[in-house]
């Protein structure tokens, strides 16, 4: 699902609906095993109570963890520890499992490791925080690596998809211009288009046995993550109610909408009324008959995206 127009839907709804989630999908149809692990505490966004509506089977938060002054902040427990620390955990879990591990250190502020955890030289703008993001992005590196390592070492790591991912933007809009030159874009220049652009999240895909690797110039959306890993694990998804699609089949639509109404397609980029050019970030103040056509054709897709989650969420319809 979306979230809700006005707030979160795990804090709003998450408690009370019946949803079609990876954990109990895989439970029902494949016998998966399903944990959370996160260094924060359970309540925070509600998670306690929606996980169970989700369908997993444990949720490991900051109360089965080592949480001090010294390697948490006000999200939780930073990304190395976080690793570590659940391993303990993961190590207990009955195979086949699906789990889900939520690391923090990515949070504002960016300035946590800037002395000797700092692997990567800071950024030289007018604002701290970006100049901090890009070692706190590095510290993140390294603790997957170290999670990867020990993966590797049990022999999990062949045996298992993996899929890393962001789960919203990084730095916050009103930031954005003095970010510009590190970008390669003018901060005098900088508008609604380049904003929209920032928010592009990394995602990844470990598949084992693949040996052709490659980032893919496909365009998605976070709704496309669910039924593109059910169909790399050969579950059939066709009984299920999903809104995004499956980001390796080649005949997909490749429209993404945003919360707000805002929508990106390979060709535009479209907030509001405004039709922004994706190639060259122009804006369009005329457009053609085939432009206009393929816009509308786009906006028509994405506020149905739009309609359909709120309708399924705001009336329970799952259940």
């Known amino acids: 699902f979306f979230g809700l127009s006005q707030g979160p839907l795990f804090t709003q709804l998450g408690d009370k609906n019946t949803f079609q989630a990876a954990p109990a999908i895989l439970s ?33 938060d900051s109360s089965y963890y080592d949480v001090t002054p010294e390697n948490s902040f006000q999200y939780g427990l930073h990304d190395k520890p976080f690793f570590k620390q659940s391993v303990e955990y993961l190590e207990h879990l009955q195979q086949p499992f ?61 045996n298992s998809v993996i899929v890393m991912y962001g789960d919203h933007y990084g730095i916050s809009n009103s930031r954005n211009k003095y970010l510009a030159e590190l970008v390669g874009e003018s901060k005098d220049n900088w508008n609604e288009w380049n904003d929209a652009q920032m928010q592009r999240v990394p995602v990844m895909f470990h598949v084992p046995g693949q040996q052709n690797g490659k980032i893919s110039e496909s365009y998605g959306g976070q709704v496309d993550i669910l039924p593109s890993l059910l169909h790399l694990l050969g579950i059939d998804t066709s009984n299920y109610i999903q809104l995004g699609q499956d980001l390796f089949a080649e005949d997909r639509d490749q429209i993404v909408a945003f919360r707000n109404g805002t929508f990106v397609t390979p060709k535009y980029t479209v907030i509001g009324q405004s039709v922004y050019l994706n190639e060259t970030g122009e804006l369009l103040t005329e457009l053609t008959e085939e432009q206009t056509n393929e816009v509308e054709f786009a906006r028509e897709k994405a506020s149905t995206q739009l309609t359909m989650s709120d309708a399924l969420t705001n009336g329970d319809l799952l259940r």
């Open 28 to 60: 029902q149809k494949a016998g998966y095993t399903s944990a959370v692990f996160h260094g924060n505490n359970g309540n925070f966004w509600n998670r306690n109570d929606t996980y169970k509506r989700l369908g997993y089977d444990y949720f490991f």
């Open 98 to 158: 699906y789990t889900k591990f939520i690391a923090v250190s990515t949070h504002y502020p960016y300035s946590k490791f800037t002395d000797d955890e700092a692997g990567f030289p800071l950024a030289n703008t007018n604002d701290t925080t970006i100049n901090g993001y890009f070692a706190t992005a590095n510290y993140l590196d390294k603790a997957v690596e170290e999670f990867f390592n020990y993966l590797k070492k049990s022999g999990l790591y062949e």
